[in-house]
């Protein structure tokens, strides 16, 4: 096994991989990329979100009067690793890691080529999960892959006016975020996970849904995101 000359973490979005039924075309495309930087000498930590199918079941509990923020949270990480079983055999061709990490401590001494991550406490998404990996790993950097292109200095949705950033410190992040961490919010980074990327000295990268774009980030070529530092 060949040694990886920079450890990758990829935090992605659930909805990637289930937009509104599984889409197994990126799933494909997502397998040929993680080979193509492995290849590539490149150890690859994904960090899996739960995404749409995760709301959903989040919005049917919130029905009941009797369920907490905990509950939500708990219901979340349940739908991470669902996503997380469906990446780890459709790649267990691949030099990747037998089974689903975690918890932080456990990816101590992994040498596979790909390792797939997912949630294990409430009160943060699995961005949070993504920057304490990073931190274990000695990793400078952590790839945001979801359906968020770039940061905003409003919602583009309802906002036309609102402006595109390529580059951020993370004080102007956080100011534009909310400060607390609410299940099911969406942010580009949630605030937990912004935090402690400021503190450890994490570059997190903002990137669109686009394999190719994330392939430009990973080769140094011109690519479309926020980069936060």
Known sequence: MKTSKET?????????????????G????????????????????????????CRYYQAAASEFDN????????IGIKTIRLNC??????????????KVIEKWEEVVGINNELII??????????????????RVAGASRV????????????????????EKFEQLSWSEYRNIIPTEWTP?????????????????GIT????????ENLQNYLDGNEFEGTVIS
């Open 85 to 98: 079983e469906l990446l780890l055999r459709s790649f267990s061709d691949l030099d990747i890691h037998e």
């Open 204 to 211: 997190v990268a903002i990137l669109g849904a686009s394999i």
């Open 67 to 74: 369920v907490t923020d905990i509950d939500l949270d708990w």
């Open 26 to 53: 990126f799933i494909k495309k997502l397998k040929s990329m993680i080979q193509h930087f492995n290849q590539n000498g490149y150890q690859i930590m994904l960090v899996v979100g739960g995404g749409k199918t």
């Open 117 to 134: 991550i997912g949630a294990w406490e409430p009160g943060c998404s699995s961005d949070k999960d993504a920057i304490e990996m990073a």
């Open 8 to 24: 990758i973490v990829i935090a992605m979005g659930g909805s990637l991989l289930i937009p509104e039924s599984i889409d197994v």
């Open 184 to 200: 099911g919010m969406s942010a580009p980074f949630d605030p937990v996970a912004s935090r402690l990327a400021e503190e450890s």
């Open 143 to 162: 790839i945001n892959f979801s359906n968020t292109s770039h940061v905003y200095s409003a919602d583009p949705r309802t906002n036309p006016d609102a």
